[in-house]
């Protein structure tokens, strides 16, 4: 059964920094693409980064240059760094792969 769950949001000021886990389990991670949306409210969810098996990455414009997407396929594991956070980043944020999402972490971004 895949399986994807997301760790790490909360609440952060303008200009903070967060990281975001996503544990995966019952496929074979370290051959599958990995990908973060996030979904404000009101709004329609969005892209924001995928990783592909061989490290190769790419961003959505809006977090290109603050937000890094990593794995470690030891871990069965992915992740999204997150750095100099604006308010309009505030959104529930998942991981997808294999056509499977995860629940989501609410990331506020917040003064």
């Known amino acids: 059964q895949v399986q994807l769950v997301e760790s790490g949001g909360g609440l952060v000021q303008p200009g903070g920094s967060l990281r975001l886990s996503c544990a995966a389990s019952?496929?074979?991670?370290?051959?599958?693409?990995l990908m973060w949306y996030r979904q404000a409210p009101g709004k329609e969810r969005e892209f924001v980064a995928y990783i592909l098996p061989n490290g190769m990455t790419s961003y959505a414009n809006s977090v290109k240059g603050r937000f890094t997407i990593s794995r470690d396929n030891a871990k069965n594991s992915g992740y999204l760094e997150m750095n100099s956070l604006k308010s309009e980043d505030t959104a529930v944020y998942y991981c997808?792969?294999?056509?499977?999402w995860g629940q989501g972490t609410q990331v506020t971004v917040s003064s």
């Open positions: 019952g496929f074979a991670f370290s051959s599958s693409a």
């Open positions: 997808t792969a294999l056509g499977t």
